[in-house]
């Protein structure tokens, strides 16, 4: 410890003759440890090397793998419900799906409040087609509640209205509700024309009237922010007075003395004598369907932030009160999907190393000239447009197409029973296969152009057969060939979604064509998300599997 | 704190002030705007009905097409969430209209306050009458979607088939058939053929066994029927003779058998009408607000929805057009007869119902693509 804060540095003498004395570790030249300084120098040159290359994978990061990343993460998020109905949610805490009975007044009356401001941020109608994805209704249970749900405050509004016409004016909730400065100076401003200040809450009412003061915070800043007005030219809303109502009911009011006192303790002598309605009976009256245990149970089952609703759904489970369990036979769709996409895809890579592999061979030892030629034949389809392709499969192979009319010609095939090789898995087949092929051949071709031509020449010269000499001297080489080749086909075909989505008819679509489907139409992007998750799970897998395998140091482009 | 509020507030009185102000002065406009349709023949019914009329009134606009109505309402989505909407008017089916007001990512308007009234003073909102079938959504035309067949590939003797039922009728009519690859029109035309009465068709459909009958009845025929998913390829498919007969939207059979003379016959039994119109994306910046509500005015009047139909043969949402509807600007056949609004085509009709299809859609989907798979 002295040395090291004693020395200004270390002297290289003293660290040599320190090494020759015993056996330690090996100094660099300034005496630290070789094996640190090493790493050092290692470590600031990989520093650089990142450097060098942070641009492109800072670039990388935000365009491709976050993007990625937040689609992915929507197979779990589940936030909507809590936010928008937090109070419903946090009720429900206390309610027993399994009872069998409805839940009590005070989901109801936190179902009330919520509504009421989901209504006002228009968020009602989202959450219900959310919600409709679980269970068929709830998208016009919550559009048509929307549109109801002033008619339980109207009930309290117009009794306080006819109690005292001073409760229908801004003015009089902003002199209850708002911090005494404030008012004055709103009221000043707002005479004049000029902007006014933000709310301010007046201290201590939150105690007195703590439903109310939370309700009309809600308003007020909704006021200001969204409508851009001020709560002391607006009336606040219907729920308010209810709020008011549920506050004079159960709290002591005798020892306010503010602004409005006398017009509260009026109304808190006549609360007593109000006509009320129960909440449930409220939202009953809106709609039956609030009395329906079953949809209760939905948004129960739904109101944590996180789900995994969606990967269930996406392998054909449902969330049920006894835990998760198989969709009814009817509905199952996702398993006979995943199947299929992966059978296809291998029928598809089988047939594009079937069809590539001599046009490969052909392409790398004919002479050049007539190589060069053979390479733009299989590069023309790649300057056609994918759908002309397509269509183009459509021509040929339709009953009415220029196969079956040429097999019809030749009598190999009756009129009336021509064959069935589009709208199905046959189509898909050929017509994907015809697409991919590019992408078996070029890298069989580039892996065979570097077999020299003489190993088949000295095979054959000490005696092989033809094919002796091609399957245990030319395949082999040529196989890192073929594993990069099925590679590219495999995993551009698991996800193709248009050849399928034109050609494919009823037995030959992929699992991509739902997830078009679900991103595109029904909008339901969390179970598409989930589709998607699984399908990249799927697709690690296997290249996990090929890496044991085959490994993939074998696999080579050229 | 307190001056930038003040600063946001009278920002907002100037621009909402601004906003008064131009309704009369035109000020404060942006020059461009991106608008959304289809492509194909439709949109280019907009551009020569209403989007060139109002470029030359206004030489310094400028207009950009979007043919992404398609994926409309995924793209909005992902545009609102990314925070930065480009496109100013979109034209969307009325059920994806209603999806994206009940998103909140299109904008809520006043009808009467935004469109004209019909040249005797009737208001917007009373000429479209049940039309605005969402607070969001402008109508602009009526289409239906209605079945063709082929006449000369009936089986001899066979008489012309005058209903729906004969889709499902593979004795009469043998041959293959197409139809949307979806189950919204099939179930219910499933259920009409067979026996449910024509009122009772949503009260059936809504049950466990009414989906499964119509399922039932619809696999009598699905080893014969092609299932499509762009509109474009039934007429396609009955040119080729790939099928005897098939669904598709009125104004695809129009353009096959009036402009590119193929021989089909329309069967408008049972045709489904359904709604085609605007929608103004929700928050948009005051100047193109501006622009977008001064160009909706004029492509929503009375005698704009009327030239549309002389380029398609869709009908016009306004009750006030359909005076005015004329003859088609190049073949200058009328188009009175083609519209699917036409008397003698809307005998029989069925109406889209978008409240039981926005509730029931995942649920029978699910149901309709397992069926379709197995």
């Known amino acids: 410890m002295t040395d090291a804060t004693a020395g200004a540095g270390p002297n290289p003498q003293d660290a040599a003759a320190k090494a020759a004395e015993k056996p330690g570790p090996m ?63 946090a009720a429900l805490d206390d309610w027993n799906a399994d009872s069998g009975e409805l839940p009590g007044e005070a989901v109801y009356e936190g179902l009330y409040y919520d509504m009421v401001i989901a209504e006002e941020r228009k968020l009602h109608t989202r959450l219900g087609s959310r919600l409709n994805y679980e269970q068929t209704g709830l998208s016009s249970l919550f559009r048509q509640t929307g549109r109801g749900v002033d008619d339980i405050g109207e009930v309290y509004f117009d009794q306080f209205d006819d109690l005292n016409p001073a409760w229908d004016e801004a003015v009089t909730w902003a002199e209850l509700m708002g911090e005494p400065n404030w008012v004055a100076e709103a009221k000043a401003r707002a005479g004049n024309d000029e902007s006014i200040p933000g709310f301010e809450m007046k201290d201590g009412i939150e105690d007195l009237l703590p439903r109310t003061a939370e309700m009309y915070g809600i308003f007020a800043e909704f006021t200001e922010t969204e409508d851009e007005d001020s709560p002391i030219e607006e009336e606040p809303w219907e729920m308010v007075h209810v709020a008011l109502y549920q506050d004079l009911v159960s709290q002591d009011v005798s020892g306010y003395d503010g602004a409005q006192a006398d017009l509260l303790n009026e109304a808190k002598a006549a609360v007593g004598d109000f006509e009320t309605i129960g909440f449930k009976d409220g939202f009953l009256e809106i709609e039956d369907d609030w009395g329906n245990h079953d949809i209760w149970a939905t948004i129960k089952t739904y109101s944590p932030n996180y789900t995994n609703g969606y990967f269930l759904a996406a392998v054909d489970m449902e969330k049920t009160p006894d835990g998760p369990a198989l969709r009814d036979e009817n509905e199952r769709i996702y398993g006979i999907l995943f199947q299929r996409t992966m059978f296809m ?44 392709r397509t269509s183009a499969w459509k021509v040929m192979l339709q009953q009415q197409g220029v196969i079956n009319d040429v097999l019809v010609w030749l009598g190999l095939v009756a009129d ?9 898995q046959f189509g898909t087949i050929v017509a994907m296969t015809h697409i991919l092929l590019p992408f078996m051949i070029l890298p069989l071709y580039s892996v065979m152009q570097t077999i020299p031509p003489s190993y088949l020449r000295a095979a054959k010269s000490l005696g092989a057969t033809n094919w002796t000499a091609f399957w245990r001297v030319y395949f082999p080489q040529s196989v890192p060939g073929i594993g990069a080749g099925s590679i590219l086909v495999f995993i551009l075909a698991i996800g193709y979604y248009i050849t399928p989505e034109i050609v494919g008819g009823t037995t030959g679509t992929f699992i991509s ?28 897998a296997l290249y996990w599997c090929y890496d044991k395998i085959v490994g993939i140091d074998n696999v080579k482009l050229g | 704190m307190k001056f930038s509020k003040t600063l946001m507030a009278t920002t907002a009185l100037t621009v909402a002030a601004g ?46 097409w979007d043919e992404s109505s398609n994926e409309a309402v995924a793209k909005l989505r992902a545009m609102n969430e990314a925070g930065n909407v480009t496109w100013d008017l979109v034209d969307v089916v009325a059920s994806d209209a209603i999806r994206l007001c009940d998103e909140g990512l299109a904008m809520e308007i ?58 499902f009728d593979l004795e009469t009519y043998p041959g293959k058939r197409t139809l949307e690859r979806r189950p919204i029109n099939n179930m219910e035309w499933a259920l009409l053929c067979d026996g449910v009465a024509k009122d009772e068709i949503y009260d059936v459909l809504a049950t466990e066994e009414g989906q499964q009958q119509a399922l039932d009845k619809l696999d009598t025929i699905k080893d014969q029927t092609v299932w499509w998913s762009a509109a474009a390829e039934p007429p396609q498919l009955l040119a080729d003779g790939e099928v005897v007969m098939g669904s598709s939207y009125n104004g695809r059979w129009f353009s096959a058998i009036e ?73 200058g056949i009328a188009m009175g007869p083609h519209m699917p609004t036409a008397p003698e085509n809307s005998e029989n009709i069925f109406v889209y119902n978008y409240e039981f299809w926005a509730d029931y859609r995942d649920d029978i989907d699910a149901k309709f693509q397992s069926w379709l798979a197995q």
């Open chain 1, 416 to 424: 009336d029973a021509r064959l069935v090789m589009i709208n199905n």
């Open chain 2, 110 to 167: 006043d009808h009467d306050e935004i469109l004209e009234a019909a040249p005797d003073g009737t208001d917007a909102s009373d000429d479209f009458g049940d039309l605005i079938v969402s607070d969001c959504f402008i109508p602009q035309i009526v289409y239906s979607t209605t079945a063709a067949y082929r006449p000369d590939l009936l089986p001899e003797g066979a008489e012309a088939p005058s209903s729906i039922c004969a889709m």
């Open chain 1, 513 to 540: 064509n739902r997830i078009a489907y679900h991103i595109s139409s029904s909008l339901n992007w969390g179970l598409a998300a989930a589709l998607g998750t699984i399908l990249l799970a799927v697709v690690m």
């Open chain 1, 27 to 89: 100094l660099a030249a300034d005496g630290t440890p070789l094996k640190k300084s090493l790493s050092r120098a290692l470590r600031r040159q990989k520093l650089r090397a990142l450097m060098l290359i942070a641009p492109l994978l800072i670039f990388v990061l935000v365009t491709f793998v976050a993007p990625i990343a937040d689609m992915l993460f929507r197979s779990v998020e589940n936030q909507i419900v809590s936010d928008t109905l937090p109070r419903t949610t």
């Open chain 1, 345 to 388: 895809s291998l029928m598809i890579t089988f047939s594009c190393i079937l069809l590539g592999y001599p046009v490969a061979w052909l392409l790398a030892n004919l002479p050049s000239r007539s190589a060069n030629l053979l390479l733009i034949l299989v590069l023309l389809p790649f300057w056609t447009s994918l759908l002309v």
């Open chain 2, 259 to 331: 402009e590119q003379d193929q021989d089909f016959a329309m069967l408008w039994d049972a045709q489904v009408f359904d709604l085609d119109g605007w929608i103004i994306p929700a928050d948009l910046p005051e100047d193109r607000l501006n622009r977008v509500l001064d160009f909706v005015r004029f492509a929503t009047d009375t005698q704009r929805l009327a030239d549309q139909a002389a380029y398609i043969s869709y009908g016009p949402a306004r009750k006030s057009s359909a005076p005015l509807v004329g003859e088609h600007a190049e073949l």
């Open chain 2, 19 to 64: 906003g008064m102000v131009f309704a009369e002065a035109h000020g404060n406009m942006a020059n461009s705007m991106t608008l959304v349709s289809w492509g194909g023949a439709y949109q280019n019914s907009q551009q020569k009905a209403y989007v060139e009329p109002y470029l030359e009134m206004n030489p310094d606009v400028s207009a950009t």
